[in-house]
């Protein structure tokens, strides 16, 4: 197994993995994203977020998707793991854990204070890794979002 920074040529499968976890978190019908927005905010001109290729051999076994963050607490910046996914043949074999340590190495080679993501409370499977990596929950804390009609009201 290895992990390796995703490329262009890489954006129809990480469309598919998007479309493969949103189905496992039972998000399909809100994914609207597509191999175009991905190319442009993943590799155009002004990139907003990276993102990771887990390979078996030469095959893609899954992804983390991040973007940074800044923590005015803590006075540095962070990263915040947007997506993290597996397939299913492919989980409880350690490539959840490879994807995380590379991140976390990139976080703190970028001086970071912080690595964040969200994770549904249904998500046990999930839940139990995150917490042998040493993960808390932030359960005093409550995630806000607007969206398209909101923003455009506000």
């Known amino acids: 197994m290895s992990v390796r920074p995703a490329e262009k040529r890489d954006v129809g499968i990480i469309m598919r ?5 949103a189905e496992y978190e039972g998000l399909a019908h809100e994914v609207v994203a597509d191999e175009i927005s991905l190319e442009r905010f993943l590799f155009g001109e002004r990139p907003v977020a990276e993102a990771l290729i887990a390979e078996f051999e030469t095959t893609p076994i899954g992804f983390a998707l991040y973007f940074p963050t800044f923590s005015t607490f803590v006075g540095r910046p ?3 793991l947007e997506d993290l996914y597996v397939r299913p043949n ?3 074999k ?5 994807l995380l340590q590379h991140v976390a190495r990139l976080a703190r080679e970028r001086g970071c204070g912080r690595l964040e993501w969200s994770v549904l409370d249904w ?3 999930a839940i139990r890794f995150y917490e042998t990596l040493g993960a808390r929950a932030m359960d005093d804390w409550t995630v ?3 969206t398209e009609d909101h923003l455009s009201k506000l």
């Open 78 to 80: 962070g990263l915040y």
């Open 144 to 146: 806000y979002r607007l």
């Open 94 to 98: 350690g490539v959840g854990t490879l």
């Open 17 to 21: 993995f998007i479309k493969e976890l």
């Open 123 to 125: 998500n046990e499977p």
């Open 90 to 92: 492919m989980r409880g």
